[in-house]
Structures are given as structure tokens and as C-alpha cells.
């Protein structure tokens, strides 16, 4: 994991048709510079990137996923999970994520993350939401270090916050926690991510629902566990 101070500004949208998601992300993002929140569609958000919460295969058969396939064409899913295919082995972990082509104008990515292994899997208990909010910030990372410059803005639902069944509060405070290891630090890879979060909030669970969690990197020395 590195140092990333020099990075230009990225436009983050937060948008949700849930009335609570939107609410709990203006109390859990208050004093985020840089966030924009309203309640709509993702469809209508005109940025470089889209965020879809999906599972490890990439069917996208429900929820955001299901409504985004619609949007962009059947096509979208047969990339991802092509994606998926060539460099995840057919099966993406939670806190890993992929970025593809859209084939359209805007959004120019879709950035696929899962949130659980299966549809509509019950991930209330679990830490997925950071790991899954995390991960789709190193995919901008990677995708800006190919091709600088080429994903400015983004736009992020309430990830398991629907299908997911994770209470609008924990799913607020949850990515912020993912989005807040965006502006300072760049892991080496997707394995380093997922064990600098679990190691940190494994016990979140004993922290009071409101409470944010600010993840402290390890020391630079460490090795990534890659």
C-alpha cells in the first residue's frame, strides 16, 4: 500500500431512490468535502463512471445491477463477466471489484463490486459494504493509472442497502469508511485492501450503529499480502 496525495479531485455522486440511504448519507458524509448526495436514479447521473453493487459471478439479474443492464444493453453484463473470467478466474471476491467499457457516452465505465457471493443474499452482518465501497475506489485508481485522467467523476448507490437488507445507517457510515482510504492511500492490490479492513473493523459489530470508523493504515514498510 502507498502514499497518494497527488491525485486530482474525483466529482463522487452519492444518489439513491431511498429516502433513508440519502438521509443517512448526509449525517454520515457531513463533513466530507467533495460528495455530492440527492435522491434519484443512478441512471441519471451524467459521470465518467457508474458503481453497481453486483455478486461474484456478475449476473446482473436484480436490483441496480438489473436496472443498469436494462439501461446500457445485455452486453454490459457479458463484459463484466468476461472481466471477472480473465483476471478473478470466473468468481470475484467481496472487496475486489472490475471496471469496463460501458459503450456509452456517459457513464464511459461501469465498475462492478460485489456485495455478496449470491442474489439477494442477506449481507447485514458483514463488513462487505466497506469492503465492496473500498474496492470500487481502487478500480478508479487502477483505471486512472492506465489511463490518467479518464474517470474524474463517479456516481454510488446504497451499496446493500436493497437486496442486501443493510440498515440505511450502517450502509452510510460503511462507505464512508471505503471512501475516506481513497484520498490518502493506493493499496498494491486487492488482497492488501481486504485484509487492512478486515483486520481493522472485525469487531465493528460492538461499536455503536452511528459510529464512523476512520481505517489507520499499516506501517509502510508492510509487505502486501498479494
Known amino acids: 500500500m502507498s502514499m497518494d496525495r497527488t491525485q486530482s479531485p474525483l466529482k463522487v455522486v452519492l444518489t439513491d431512490i431511498n429516502a433513508s440511504v440519502v438521509e443517512a448519507w448526509r449525517a454520515a458524509f457531513a463533513d466530507t468535502p467533495g460528495i455530492e448526495i440527492r435522491k434519484g436514479s443512478i441512471l441519471d447521473e451524467k459521470v465518467d463512471a457508474w458503481v453497481t453493487p453486483t455478486n461474484s459471478r456478475g449476473r446482473m439479474d436484480g436490483g441496480v445491477d438489473a436496472a443498469i443492464k436494462r439501461h446500457l444493453g445485455a452486453g454490459i453484463q457479458l463484459r ?9 478466474a470466473g468468481s470475484l471476491p467481496v472487496g475486489s471489484a472490475v471496471c469496463v467499457p460501458s459503450g456509452a457516452v456517459h457513464p464511459k ?13 442477506n449481507v447485514s452482518e458483514t463488513l462487505n459494504v466497506a469492503l465492496a465501497c473500498a474496492a470500487a ?26 437486496t442486501g437488507r443493510v440498515p440505511a445507517r450502517v ?8 471512501h475516506t482510504l481513497f484520498h490518502d492511500y493506493r493499496f498494491e492490490d486487492y488482497d492488501d485492501l481486504r485484509s487492512t479492513i478486515v483486520a481493522q473493523l472485525d469487531d465493528i459489530e460492538n461499536a455503536p450503529v452511528e459510529e464512523r470508523v476512520r481505517i489507520t493504515p499499516p506501517p509502510r514498510s508492510r509487505r502486501s499480502r498479494g
Do not use: Y
Not at 479518464?150 to 446493500?160: C, K, Q
Open 80 to 88: 463484466v463477466q468476461r472481466a471477472i473470467r480473465d483476471r478473478f
Open 137 to 162: 475506489f481502487q478500480a478508479i485508481h487502477q483505471q486512472n493509472a492506465k489511463a490518467p485522467g479518464s474517470i474524474e467523476s463517479v456516481a454510488l448507490v446504497g451499496m446493500g442497502a436493497h
Open 171 to 178: 450502509c452510510a457510515n460503511l462507505m464512508w469508511t471505503g
Open 109 to 121: 465505465f461501469l465498475i462492478s463490486t460485489p456485495t455478496m457471493e449470491h442474489s439477494a443474499q
